[in-house]
C-alpha cells in the first residue's frame, strides 16, 4: 500500500467525558466490536483505580494501568482506528490537553441523565480552540434521563455549534425499545445484553406500521422529533463537521453495546484521516516520505530498578521502521531507544511500521522530553504542545541536604514528564513545584521517594501564578528582569517566567513594563 493509502485509512481520536459518563464501558465495546478483544471485562477490570485518590498505591496502579491502556489501537473495515485515552482525574488535566494535541477528532460521551458536566466542557473548550472535529455520543439511554431534544439543545449551547442527530431513540429508560438510523431508515431494536456484537434486530422504516403497532406512542413520539427536527436542525455536512461547527450526535447504551456500531463506522465514514501539519518552518503532508512524530507524552517506567521512560510520538508524516535512526530535534542527537512499541488493544507489541496517525511509544534512559519533535534528520519543530501557568505552588525542602543531586535529577525527570512544573528561582533559593492540581504534588513527593530515594518535605508558597515572559528586544527584557529579579524564574525547558503573589501582582508589573508580554499559556517551541 501507498504511504497515501496507508495515510487515508487512519483515524485517531481521543474519548472525552465526564467521569462516569462511560468512557470506560464504550471503550471496551468499540474493541470488542472492531474484534481487538474478545471477552467484555477486560478495559474494565482497571477501572478500580480510575478515580484517583490520595492514596499512593491507587496513584501507582494508576500509572502502571495508563501505560497499558492509554492508547489503543483496533482494525475496523480495513482501517487503522488509534483511540486515545484522557485521564480521568480532573487533577491531571494537563496530561488531557496533551493528548488531544495528538488526535485528529474527539468523541465526547455524555451521560444522557446529567448531560453536559463541568470537566467534558474544559474538554470541549481545549477542542474548540483546536478546531477539533467533534462526535457525541448520548449514554445511558437505558435509564431514565432527559429528553432528548432538552439534551441536544443544552449541548448545542455548552458546545456553541449546532448538533445534527444521526440516530434516534425510541423510549427511553425501562420503555428504550431502540435508535433509528436517520440515514439508513431503520430501526434498530434495543436488546440488553453484555457483549452482543451482530445479532440486533434491524427494521427498515417502510415497516413504519409495524413498529407503530408495536412500540405505540414511543415510536409515535420518535417520529415527531425526527419531524420536527428535520425542520430546526441543519442537515449533516462534512465540511461544517470538520471545521468543528457542527458535531453529529448519536444515541445508545454503551454497557449493553447498544448504538456501539454507529459509532465506529462514524468514525471511519466520518472522522478525518491525519490532516498536514504546520511546522515553525513549512506544512508538513502526512504522506510525505520522511518521518516525522512528536512527543505527548512521556511515562516513567513502573519499576523503580529501571529508569527507563516511554515517550508516546504521534507521528504526523513518513513511515517509522524498526531499527530506524533518529534524531531529538531540540538537541541534535541521536534517539537511541531500547525497545518502540505499538499498543494493540491492551498488549504492547513491537512496531513493525507505523504512519502519520499512528502512536509509537519509545522506551529511552533520558534525552527525549515532553513536545520534542522527532524526525529522521531534518530540522523540523512542530509546536503547539501547551503548558498551563500553574495557579498552586509548592517549595521543595531537602530532607536529607546530601541528596541534593538526586533532587535535581529527579525533579528534572519528572519535570520533563510533564508530572510537574519545576521553577528555579532566579535569585536561587528553594525549586518551587508548580501545580494545576493539587493531586499533582502528592504524586511527585511520593515519586521522590519511591523512585529516586529522595524525601521532600513541600512548603507553602507565596505564589499564586505565574506567567511566561517575553520582550520584542533584549535590552527590554533585561530592563525587566534587573527590576523584578526577585519573582523571576526559570522552567524546566529554561524558560523565563515571572511569578505573581496576587492578580493585583501582576496587574500591577504589566502596567509598569508595558512592553513585556505575560503568556499564561506556553507552548513548547
Ligand atoms: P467512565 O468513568 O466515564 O469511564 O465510566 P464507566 O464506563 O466506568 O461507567 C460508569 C458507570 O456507568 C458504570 O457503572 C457502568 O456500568 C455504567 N454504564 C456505562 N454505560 C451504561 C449504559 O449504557 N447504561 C447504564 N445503565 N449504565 C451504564
Known amino acids: 500500500m501507498s504511504f497515501a493509502s496507508e495515510t487515508r485509512r487512519r483515524r485517531t481520536f481521543a474519548i472525552i467525558s465526564h467521569p462516569d459518563a462511560g468512557k470506560t464501558t464504550l471503550t471496551e465495546k468499540l474493541l470488542l466490536f472492531s474484534g481487538a478483544i474478545h471477552i467484555a471485562g477486560s478495559v474494565k477490570a482497571r477501572k478500580?483505580?480510575?478515580?484517583?485518590?490520595?492514596?499512593?498505591?491507587?496513584?501507582?496502579?494508576?500509572?502502571?494501568?495508563?501505560?497499558?491502556?492509554?492508547?489503543?489501537?483496533?482494525?475496523?473495515?480495513?482501517?487503522?482506528?488509534?483511540?486515545?485515552?484522557?485521564?480521568?482525574?480532573?487533577?491531571?488535566?494537563?496530561?488531557?490537553?496533551?493528548?488531544?494535541?495528538?488526535?485528529?477528532?474527539?468523541?465526547?460521551?455524555?451521560?444522557?441523565?446529567?448531560?453536559?458536566?463541568?470537566?467534558?466542557?474544559?474538554?470541549?473548550?481545549?477542542?474548540r480552540q483546536r478546531d477539533t472535529p467533534i462526535l457525541t455520543f448520548v449514554n445511558k439511554m437505558d435509564r431514565?434521563?432527559?429528553?432528548?431534544?432538552?439534551?441536544?439543545?443544552?449541548?448545542?449551547?455548552?458546545?456553541?455549534?449546532?448538533?445534527?442527530?444521526?440516530?434516534?431513540?425510541?423510549?427511553?429508560?425501562?420503555?428504550?425499545?431502540?435508535?433509528?438510523?436517520?440515514?439508513?431508515?431503520?430501526?434498530?431494536?434495543?436488546?440488553?445484553?453484555?457483549?452482543?456484537?451482530?445479532?440486533?434486530?434491524?427494521v427498515s422504516l417502510d415497516q413504519a406500521d409495524a413498529l407503530r403497532a408495536r412500540f405505540g406512542h414511543d415510536f409515535e413520539q420518535a417520529e415527531q422529533n425526527i419531524e420536527l427536527l428535520s425542520e430546526a436542525a441543519p442537515a449533516f455536512d462534512m465540511e461544517a463537521f470538520l471545521a468543528a461547527k457542527q458535531t453529529p450526535v448519536f444515541f445508545g447504551s454503551a454497557v449493553n453495546n447498544f448504538g456501539v456500531q454507529e459509532v465506529l463506522d462514524a468514525l471511519v465514514d466520518l472522522a478525518p484521516p491525519p490532516a498536514p501539519r504546520q511546522s515553525t518552518t513549512r506544512?508538513?503532508?502526512?504522506?510525505?516520505?520522511?518521518?516525522?512524530?512528536?512527543v505527548f507524552k512521556v511515562q516513567a517506567n513502573m519499576d523503580p530498578a529501571h529508569r527507563d521512560r516511554i515517550a508516546f510520538v504521534r507521528v504526523y508524516s513518513g513511515r517509522y521502521t524498526q531499527g530506524m535512526k533518529l534524531k531529538v530535534q531540540r538537541t541534535g542527537k541521536e534517539l537511541r531507544p531500547t525497545s518502540v512499541v505499538t499498543f494493540l488493544s491492551q498488549r504492547?507489541?513491537?512496531?513493525?511500521?507505523?504512519?502519520?496517525?499512528?502512536?509509537?511509544?519509545?522506551?529511552?534512559?533520558?534525552?527525549?522530553?515532553?513536545?520534542?519533535?522527532?524526525?529522521?534528520?531534518?530540522?523540523?519543530q512542530y509546536t503547539g504542545l501547551p503548558f498551563f501557568a500553574p495557579e498552586l505552588f509548592q517549595a521543595v525542602e531537602l530532607a536529607n541536604p546530601m541528596k541534593s543531586k538526586q533532587l535535581q535529577a529527579g525533579l528534572m525527570q519528572l519535570g520533563e514528564e510533564g508530572a510537574i512544573q519545576v521553577f528555579r528561582p532566579h535569585d536561587g533559593g528553594a525549586m518551587l513545584l508548580g501545580a494545576v492540581g493539587q493531586l499533582q504534588f502528592e504524586v511527585v513527593q511520593h515519586r521522590l521517594k519511591a523512585e529516586y530515594g529522595v524525601e521532600v518535605r513541600l512548603m507553602p508558597s507565596r505564589y499564586v501564578g505565574?506567567?511566561?515572559?517575553?520582550?520584542?528586544?533584549?535590552?527590554?527584557?533585561?530592563?525587566?528582569?534587573?527590576?523584578?529579579?526577585?519573582k523571576l524564574a526559570l522552567d524546566a525547558a529554561d524558560t523565563l517566567a515571572y511569578l505573581m503573589t496576587s492578580p493585583y501582582d501582576l496587574r500591577?508589573?504589566?502596567?509598569?513594563?508595558?512592553?513585556i508580554h505575560f503568556h499564561p499559556l506556553r507552548e513548547h517551541a
Open 48 to 127: 478500580a483505580s480510575r478515580h484517583a485518590t490520595s492514596d499512593w498505591m491507587e496513584i501507582e496502579k494508576q500509572r502502571g494501568i495508563s501505560v497499558a491502556s492509554s492508547v489503543m489501537q483496533m482494525l475496523y473495515r480495513d482501517h487503522v482506528v488509534n483511540l486515545l485515552d484522557t485521564p480521568g482525574h480532573k487533577d491531571f488535566s494537563e496530561d488531557t490537553y496533551r493528548v488531544l494535541t495528538a488526535v485528529d477528532s474527539a468523541l465526547m460521551v455524555i451521560d444522557a441523565a446529567n448531560g453536559v458536566e463541568a470537566q467534558t466542557r474544559r474538554l470541549i473548550e481545549v477542542c
Open 144 to 202: 431514565e434521563g432527559r429528553d432528548p431534544i432538552a439534551l441536544l439543545d443544552e449541548i448545542e449551547q455548552e458546545l456553541g455549534m449546532p448538533c445534527v442527530p444521526m440516530t434516534w431513540p425510541v423510549g427511553q429508560g425501562k420503555a428504550f425499545a431502540g435508535i433509528i438510523n436517520l440515514r439508513q431508515k431503520n430501526m434498530r431494536l434495543f436488546k440488553a445484553g453484555q457483549d452482543r456484537v451482530t445479532d440486533d434486530e434491524v
Open 283 to 294: 506544512l508538513v503532508q502526512p504522506d510525505e516520505e520522511a518521518f516525522s512524530g512528536v
Open 348 to 380: 504492547r507489541e513491537a512496531v513493525d511500521e507505523a504512519y502519520a496517525g499512528d502512536i509509537i511509544g519509545f522506551t529511552t534512559h533520558g534525552g527525549v522530553q515532553l513536545g520534542d519533535t522527532i524526525t529522521e534528520g531534518e530540522a523540523l
Open 466 to 486: 505565574a506567567r511566561w515572559v517575553t520582550a520584542d528586544t533584549p535590552e527590554e527584557l533585561k530592563k525587566f528582569t534587573d527590576a523584578s529579579s526577585a
Open 508 to 515: 500591577l508589573t504589566q502596567e509598569r513594563h508595558p512592553k
